[in-house]
Nanobody, 119 residues
Framework: QVQLVESGGGLVQPGGSLGLSCVVS????????MGWYRQAPGKERELVAS???????NYADSVKARFTVSRDSAKNTLYLHMNSLKPEDTAVYYC?????????????WGQGTQVTVSS
């Protein structure tokens, strides 16, 4: 059983910073791709940033130069550091991971953490 647990969401003022963490636990062979998605009210879930096992990263245009994604493979943990936050960054942020277990390789999701940017 693979589980993803996010933490670090909250309320921040525009222009502020916030960090998110996602820990992957359970029994598995390898985590290949990890990423952050977000879903604002009335909108579809969208990719924010991702990173693969080689360290390559990918960002949505709307967060480039403001957000930084990183992972600590030894701790099976994914991070998202968010700077210069805007009200439009308000959403539920979800962690996602492509994980190989004894049974198969599939994507897993965390439960989500709320990020609210407001004065």
């Amino acid at each position: 059983q693979v589980q993803l647990v996010e933490s670090g969401g909250g309320l921040v003022q525009p222009g502020g910073s916030l960090g998110l963490s996602c820990v992957v636990s359970g029994t598995f062979y390898k985590i290949m791709i990890m990423g952050w998605y977000r879903q604002a009210p009335g909108k579809e879930r969208e990719l924010v940033a991702s990173t693969n096992s080689a360290g390559s990263t990918n960002y949505a245009d709307s967060v480039k130069a403001r957000f930084t994604v990183s992972r600590d493979s030894a701790k099976n943990t994914l991070y998202l550091h968010m700077n210069s936050l805007k009200p439009e960054d308000t959403a539920v942020y979800y962690c996602n991971a492509l994980v190989t277990t004894t049974r198969d390789t599939q994507y897993y999701w965390g439960q989500g953490t709320q990020v609210t940017v407001s004065s």
